[in-house]
């Protein structure tokens, strides 16, 4: 069969066949964007990165058994109109509705998290009761930021505002203005999770509507096993922590389209990279284990 040579847009090694946009259960969109960072910049390299990195993995899961690329994964490559960042949202929200609406499971590869707005914004529109499920360092509550609403450090109070039902995992850096914002119940915060056994993440589960968007800023990890990222903090989830929730989620609930953002590479050290790859194709396999 005709591969892609390796230099491809496309994410993975795999046969032509499964990266075609008709046949493909699955629509990665590149979403370069970052535009309202305030710390460490690259987050625009991001979506490349992964896309690259994705090269390395095999694509059998020694844990679910399968080869979930047999669905086919379509990377999507959109001209997104990046002169504002509200009108990156409304590009990324027009997009993100069409590919919903064709029945595609939709995941965004960031860029800062801002990018992940406009995608919520037509997961709302299209199954009303929502949950988002936020992995995270940050509670981005902020009703705005030098000024812009439309800042990485403001994108769960859109969500909220949207009426959406956040569910905030790992969080351990809060400003003060966003404690008004923060609902106690819905919020996971990373110095108590390390104190206690994974009871935590059925009690996160339990709080979720059965439609769930899941995002995960990569600053959920923690920076010994994730350090490219824009604003690391220490003291974030470790990988098999967060495979381990991922899986009770994907089990439980009904997760109808996903993000991973906020991957800043550094070009000295590719091991972000590749997590950060894996996490998405493990995320895609958890899905078609459920099916």
Avoid at 84 to 103: C, H, L, N, Q
Avoid at 127 to 134: D, I, P, R, T
Avoid at 247 to 253: F, L, M, T, V, W
Wanted: charged content about 25%; some cysteine.
């Amino acid at each position: 069969m005709k591969k892609y040579p390796k230099e491809t847009d496309f994410f993975l090694d795999m046969d032509a066949e499964f990266a075609e946009e008709e046949n493909a259960r699955y629509v990665l969109m590149e979403v370069p964007y970052d535009g309202t960072s305030t710390f460490v910049k690259g987050a625009d390299q991001g979506p490349r990165a992964i896309i690259e990195a994705s090269d390395s993995l095999e694509l059998y899961d020694v844990v679910y058994g399968i080869e979930a690329y047999q669905s086919g994964i379509y990377t999507d490559k959109p001209k997104l109109d990046f002169s504002a960042p509200e009108k990156m949202v409304e590009s990324v929200y027009e997009r993100a509705k069409y590919f919903m609406s064709r029945g595609k499971m939709l995941g965004l590869l960031g860029g800062e998290h801002s990018v992940s707005t406009g995608a919520i914004r037509a997961a709302k529109e299209k199954y009303g009761e929502l949950s988002v499920l936020q992995i995270d360092a940050h509670a981005d509550l902020r009703d705005e930021y030098h000024g812009s609403p439309y800042n990485h450090a403001c994108v769960m109070r859109r969500a909220q505002e949207m009426g959406a039902n956040v569910v905030q995992v790992g969080i351990r850096n809060v400003c003060a203005e966003e404690k008004c914002h923060i609902v106690a119940e819905n919020t996971f915060y990373a110095h108590q999770i390390a104190t206690e056994n994974n009871s935590w993440m059925l009690r996160a589960c339990d709080q979720l509507t059965d439609n769930v968007y899941l995002t995960i800023d990569l600053d959920g990890l923690d920076p010994s096993i994730l350090p490219a990222t824009g604003t690391p903090l220490p003291g974030g989830l470790g990988w098999y922590q967060l495979l381990r929730f991922l899986d009770i989620i994907a089990q439980q609930k009904n997760i109808i389209a996903f993000d991973v953002v906020e991957l800043c590479p550094q070009p000295e050290n590719v091991v972000s990279d590749v997590l950060a790859a894996t996490l998405v194709y493990k995320i895609i396999t958890m899905l078609e284990a459920k099916r």
